[in-house]
């Protein structure tokens, strides 16, 4: 199963274009920063690091909003997406916690899925949000 984000809402025939894309690898390892950079919490997952700047707020969001492929993050939301993954960029979160996996694509690899979709919720909070789908 792979993830697909979607500035314009679905009509009847689904969606006119996904822009950010990625395979369920992929997400699981933005995700893990997602989780990490305070983005997303609660169903189940909590964070292992503790890195100052990047805790849970009013802000954050339900994890569950990025599990599925189902739902709207509003340009509000997207603003706060995207300002706490480059804050997690820059406090070097990824390298941090790839430490912890012995398998998994590389630091490089996975800073730019972060980067990429850290780039599309500021296009996003520009416009009217995104759709997961």
Same mark, same amino acid.
């Given at each position: 199963?792979?993830?697909?984000?979607?500035?314009?809402?679905?009509?009847?025939?689904?969606?006119?274009?996904?822009?950010?894309?990625?395979?369920?690898?992929?997400?699981?390892?933005?995700?893990?920063?997602?989780?990490? +950079?305070? @983005? &997303? #919490?609660?169903?189940? =997952?909590?964070?292992?690091?503790?890195?100052?700047?990047?805790? $849970? %707020? *009013?802000?954050?969001?339900?994890?569950?909003?990025?599990?599925?492929?189902?739902?709207?993050?509003?340009?509000?939301?997207?603003?706060?997406?995207?300002?706490?993954?480059?804050?997690?960029?820059? +406090?070097? @979160? &990824? #390298?941090?916690?790839? =430490?912890?996996?012995?398998?998994?694509?590389?630091?490089?690899? $996975? %800073? *730019?899925?972060?980067?990429?979709?850290?780039?599309?919720?500021?296009?996003?909070?520009?416009?009217?949000?995104?759709?997961?789908?």
């Amino acid at each position: 199963m792979g993830y697909a984000f979607s500035l314009d809402p679905p009509t009847e025939e689904g969606y006119l274009s996904t822009p950010c894309a990625f395979s369920g690898e992929q997400m699981n390892y933005v995700r893990m920063i997602m989780i990490e +950079a305070g @983005v &997303v #919490a609660g169903d189940g =997952v909590a964070q292992v690091l503790d890195t100052r700047g990047l805790e $849970v %707020t *009013e802000e954050t969001l339900p994890t569950r909003r990025f599990l599925y492929n189902e739902g709207h993050t509003t340009a509000a939301e997207a603003a706060f997406v995207a300002r706490r993954l480059r804050a997690a960029l820059d +406090a070097q @979160v &990824v #390298a941090e916690l790839l =430490v912890f996996l012995d398998d998994h694509p590389g630091e490089d690899q $996975v %800073t *730019e899925w972060v980067r990429q979709f850290a780039a599309f919720n500021e296009q996003a909070a520009q416009q009217n949000g995104y759709y997961s789908c």
